[in-house]
């Protein structure tokens, strides 16, 4: 196996989007599947999409992941700490899904609010065009 792409490149406008969702449901978590691409140099967000059944909690987030189309351009999937902590939780690492992981955190603004991950908890340099 070759090994993985370890940049995400994500447009403005889409961090955004995760923040403003994040702002939405705060305190309770916010959780978007992102669509994407990936090749050996970097993995390219071109979308953010709400799951269906989405539930929110203080503590989790989830989704019905069942429910969910067999789609290969989801990449990951993005989800808010409302303590503003941007580190994946054990739980988070057992249900990520995809190739990234992202963590959005409390006060949701700028790249010093986000952070990504890959499947194994590595953290992937961010380029936000
Ligand atoms: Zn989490």
Do not use: C, W
Request: hydrophobic share 45%; proline share 5%.
């Amino acid at each position: 196996m070759s090994s993985m792409a370890s940049k995400v490149v994500i447009r403005e406008e889409l961090l955004d989007m995760i923040f403003e969702g994040a702002r939405r449901l705060h305190p309770k978590e916010s959780i978007v599947l992102l669509r994407g691409k990936a090749n050996k140099d970097a993995i390219t967000i071109s979308d953010v999409i709400i799951p269906p059944l989405a539930t929110h909690g203080t503590s989790f987030s989830a989704f019905a992941a069942h429910m969910l189309p067999m789609d290969f351009s989801i990449v990951g999937v993005a989800h808010s700490h409302p303590s503003g902590n941007l580190k994946p939780s054990v739980e988070d690492q057992n249900r990520s899904m995809g190739r990234i992981m992202v963590i959005v955190g409390y006060p949701y603004r700028g790249v010093e609010s986000v952070a990504f991950y890959s499947r194994n908890g590595e953290k992937l340099t961010l380029e936000v065009i």
